[in-house]
């Protein structure tokens, strides 16, 4: 166990980095925390208090010069303070040897939280962690940097008197903070076993942080429903979304093995027949990916536009076209703005934002983000659901406007709602309905070739 006394000196210029070192250190390990805002009153802590600190914890920026005074400081006495040295990867072959061995600890700034951790486990020889059932000091001030901390929180009446103030759920607020802090309340406090999986998504979002400083770290319980759980992946950032590095990479190996498949796949309208749909509502992202996946590369190849590149580019966009609506399937299932206007009162006005904005975010995040992604493929999830006589969305293109692999990608995602909508039915039923949708502009093109391979198999059969 910790002891209360352990004495830390936090020095960073950036203040939201401050907070989190804070949060890591006092709420992770019930250390005494001293957090100095600027270089000369860190300086002047640190030479009036020096031998009563156990760690010094340093975010480098080359414009501060307190590491070279303390080096001084260092140099001049026989003590040493053990320093964790927080930098980008690269600062780390110029470092000056006096900055190597027991006394200085490089964290490389991207693994922040769990550098920091292993630092503290290699200072502190007896064990510092803290128990699950401890109740750990929250700063009021480290809140803000969290979206949606709404666990269990207590206040702290006398040393081992703990009242809940905060249900999990409520909603905290910049107000309440603010009412807490004129009453004169510095700490709120949560359950060690809380600040433990809450220091986990810090670690495993911070790279998201790091690409944009005005991110909040979205906590969600172990309890929490995987829509909510979803909210941690793709993260919004005023305009700007951000996707954590393992669901990227675990999108990425998804699309490697569907390609492989479709690759493989026999022509298309054998393969329509084949076709089962999960109407579950915890399926239909999964199964609507995989039917479009099928369908486009299925069409792709019939109609002999079947390169690597171009089946990529299918798949890419079958995987992604929906991914800011993962969390919604229930939205993901309207296609046109017509049938959201006819069930508008059912959705909140942010939900109609959500989905007449998706084609565009998810667009933007494939180009941002995804960068094995063949290029225009960003273009396809734009337009997929613009439609020939322009009564699409979001840009209400035209069939003129509107590119041939997008306008192959439309015919297809139309095929898969129909198939999904009208179980039992064939091509040859689709058929009936599509030629006034289609019979222009590069749908025309698509809308022949899936005509003629349906009168070729008809006449086979």
């Known amino acids: 166990?910790?002891?209360?006394?352990?004495?830390?000196?936090?020095?960073?210029?950036?203040?939201?980095?401050?907070?989190?070192?804070?949060?890591?250190?006092?709420?992770?390990?019930?250390?005494?925390?001293?957090?100095?805002?600027?270089?000369?009153?860190?300086l002047s802590l640190f030479r009036e208090k020096k031998d009563q600190f156990n760690l010094v914890i340093y975010l480098y920026h080359h414009e501060d010069f307190i590491l070279d005074d303390i080096i001084k400081i260092f140099q001049d006495e026989?003590?040493?303070i053990p320093i964790g040295f927080i930098a980008d990867k690269e600062l780390l072959p110029g470092l000056p040897?006096?900055?190597?061995?027991?006394?200085?600890?490089?964290?490389?700034?991207?693994?922040?939280i769990a550098g920091l951790q292993e630092v503290v486990s290699k200072i502190f020889v007896e064990d510092v962690s803290l128990s699950l059932d401890t109740y750990s000091p929250v700063a009021l001030d480290c809140i803000e940097i969290f979206d949606g901390l709404s666990n269990d929180l207590y206040i702290k009446l006398k040393e081992d008197k703990f009242v809940?103030?905060?249900?999990?759920?409520?909603?905290?607020?910049?107000?309440?903070?603010?009412?807490?802090?004129?009453?004169?309340?510095?700490?709120?406090?949560i359950q060690q076993k809380t600040v433990k999986w809450v220091l986990d998504q810090v670690h495993s979002?911070?790279?998201?942080?790091?690409?944009?400083?005005?991110?909040?770290?979205?906590?969600?319980?172990?309890?929490?429903?995987?829509?909510?759980?979803f909210e941690q992946k793709i993260i919004r950032v005023e305009d700007e979304l951000l996707i954590t590095k393992d669901f990227k990479e675990l999108i990425e190996q998804k699309v490697k093995r569907a390609v492989s498949t479709v690759k493989k796949h026999p022509k298309f309208t054998k393969s329509f027949r084949k076709l089962n749909f999960d109407q579950g509502k915890d399926n239909y992202i999964s199964g609507h990916i995989s039917l479009l996946a099928s369908t486009t590369c299925g069409l792709a190849k019939s109609l002999e536009?079947?390169?690597?590149?171009?089946?990529?580019?299918?798949?890419?966009?079958?995987?992604?076209?929906?991914?800011?609506?993962?969390?919604?399937?229930?939205?993901?299932?309207?296609?046109?703005?017509?049938?959201?206007e006819k069930t508008w009162?059912?959705?909140?006005?942010?939900?109609?934002?959500?989905?007449?904005?998706?084609?565009?975010?998810?667009?933007?995040?494939?180009?941002?983000?995804?960068?094995?992604?063949?290029?225009?493929?960003?273009?396809?999830?734009?337009?997929?659901?613009?439609?020939?006589?322009?009564s699409g969305f979001p840009k209400k293109l035209g069939a003129s406007?509107?590119?041939?692999?997008?306008?192959?990608?439309?015919?297809?995602?139309?095929?898969?709602?129909?198939?999904?909508?009208?179980?039992?039915?064939?091509?040859?039923?689709?058929?009936?309905?599509?030629?006034?949708?289609?019979?222009?502009?590069?749908?025309?093109?698509?809308?022949k070739g899936l005509k003629k391979l349906v009168d070729q198999e008809n006449k086979a059969s």
Request: hydrophobic share 40%; glycine share 4%; aromatic share 12%.
């Open 1 to 42: 166990m910790a002891e209360d006394n352990t004495q830390v000196l936090l020095y960073s210029f950036d203040e939201k980095m401050r907070k989190i070192l804070k949060f890591a250190l006092q709420s992770g390990y019930g250390f005494d925390v001293h957090c100095p805002e600027d270089e000369k009153s860190a």
């Open 305 to 340: 536009w079947s390169s690597d590149i171009t089946l990529e580019k299918l798949v890419y966009a079958s995987l992604l076209h929906d991914i800011t609506l993962f969390h919604k399937p229930e939205l993901a299932r309207i296609q046109t703005v017509k049938e959201l």
């Open 401 to 447: 406007r509107v590119a041939p692999l997008s306008a192959l990608f439309i015919v297809a995602h139309d095929i898969v709602d129909y198939f999904i909508n009208n179980e039992g039915c064939g091509l040859s039923e689709y058929l009936l309905r599509a030629e006034n949708l289609w019979n222009v502009g590069p749908f025309k093109t698509v809308y």
């Open 164 to 189: 809940k103030l905060f249900r999990e759920g409520d909603q905290l607020d910049d107000q309440d903070i603010e009412k807490y802090q004129k009453k004169g309340l510095e700490f709120f406090y």
């Open 78 to 80: 026989s003590f040493v």
């Open 205 to 229: 979002q911070f790279p998201l942080f790091l690409q944009n400083k005005k991110f909040k770290f979205v906590v969600r319980s172990p309890e929490s429903s995987a829509q909510e759980k």
């Open 97 to 112: 040897p006096e900055m190597r061995g027991r006394v200085f600890h490089f964290i490389e700034k991207t693994n922040t």
């Open 345 to 390: 009162d059912n959705w909140s006005e942010e939900d109609r934002k959500l989905f007449l904005g998706h084609p565009a975010d998810a667009g933007n995040l494939v180009k941002s983000s995804f960068n094995l992604a063949p290029p225009e493929t960003e273009l396809i999830i734009f337009q997929h659901h613009e439609r020939p006589d322009a």
